[in-house]
């Protein structure tokens, strides 16, 4: 239990580290983080398609996406998570997460890990 505590307050600091602009646009954070489709192997390819790096910005060492629908994820908000502090908030249900980590001799490579996690949203 403590490590999915641990891995779920991981998981909303690297879901905030975006620009305060970007953490407060819904449309951002749908199209960086969540993908109901999402496989660990297609890391590389979803990573590309959503332009999460851009060009001439160094490769994101971490990403992770919340495998749900849009619907699921704005619910922890709106009625099925529970209030945290402030306006993050848990989720009472776990989700299955795919976290994209790059690779140390390639950082523009990832490799997917799938892990069924709570989710803190802010």
Known sequence: MMEIRVFSLVLLLVLSAALPAEAQNWD???KKHINENMRAKDCNKVIKVMEINKP???CKSLNS???AKETEV???CNGTGKLVI???YESIESF???TCISGT???CQYEGRESRLHIILA
Do not use: D, E
Request: aromatic content about 4%; cysteine-free; overall charge positive.
């Open 28 to 30: 951002a954070f749908l």
């Open 56 to 58: 001439g910005n160094p």
């Open 65 to 67: 996406i919340i495998k």
């Open 74 to 76: 704005k619910a922890v």
């Open 86 to 88: 402030g306006n993050r």
């Open 96 to 98: 299955n997460v795919i």
């Open 105 to 107: 001799k390639n950082p």
